[in-house]
């Protein structure tokens, strides 16, 4: 069985192979089908990265400290999540970390790991930390997975990133590997060359970047606003956009960009980019609204956040997104519908769509 290539696949010209008359040549096909494989095998999506400071963990009972919304890419195969946790500094006898994947709307698989405590009267010392905890959990491609990261009894979570992994064995019956190409003097086949066109459609539409997580406060609290004046979710009191309230920047003139959106979005799209924005919370009486938008309130948002602590989702179109990259910067911003209610933020992620 082969493996595909951790390389990365050089620029393949397309007027060159495209717009010269030639007939359809093998070297092309190979060159195509060796970058759908790279792609499929080593270009995942990262959906989590967190860390917490020492001294606002390891509580007793249960803390759900972290959350994320995620889809996974065709050719995934598993969820991953490396962490690093601390010792439980409160001795309560059986200190574990569970991180709970959930298929939307389905079954849940829960991973657990164990480290313990530190003994009566220790303290806390880097040297202590236990790092590199890998473990996974199998998934199906294109599906969509909600994460929480949680403690138990002291369990103390420092910092956790949680990622997709897909076997890099090149199996054609997984998803769209490609395993077979025509060599010289060996016909390139309509078949083949359907298998290549279907695959990298879908690869691109299924497997669109992960923008961007905020995973919670780290204490299992929501950002609570009340009212209807838009309010910075991260400092709770930001009304405003600019430059000094905290936000995310994408585009390449941010400094420090997250991505530049743009060579995202498909041609036929113009500079409109599909995005599922997904929003864990609840409100005191429905609707609740939640938007990530730049400095003229462009951006994606969901105002349909009721009373039942749950995840909402949206499928929406983020606009002209070259028009952000002049200063890139982008906050995430909630309020309520209705004056006097209350609306509240666990965790939110935005990822691409491109359908």
Known sequence: MALASERYP?????????????IPDAWFIR??????????????????NVAAPWETLGAAGTTNYWRAYMRTGYGASELRFDLALGLDLHVAGDPYVEVVVTESGGASQTIRIDYGNSGSGSSDEPYTIGTFFRRGVT??????????????????PLTVAGYEYANPEINESTSYYAELAPSVAQPVYDSFRQKLLDGLSNVW????????????????????????????????TSTAIDATTPGYYFGSEGGGALSDLLPLVRTKDGNDLPVTLAVYGNSSNSTGEVRIVDSSAVGPSITTIGTTLQWYTTNTTWSNVDAIAGSGKVDLQARHSTAGQTVNVYAVSLLARNA
């Open 10 to 22: 050089r620029i393949i010209h397309h007027r060159r192979w495209c717009l010269n008359g030639s």
């Open 31 to 48: 060159q195509v089908r060796d970058g759908l494989n790279h792609t499929m095998a080593h270009r995942r999506k990262v959906f989590l």
């Open 139 to 156: 998934v199906s491609p294109n599906t969509a997975y909600e994460i929480l990261v949680r403690g138990v009894d002291g369990g103390r």
């Open 205 to 236: 539409k299924g497997n669109g970047a992960h923008l961007l997580t905020w995973a919670g406060l780290g204490t299992g609290n929501a950002r609570s606003v009340t009212g209807t004046t838009w309010t910075n979710v991260f400092d709770g």
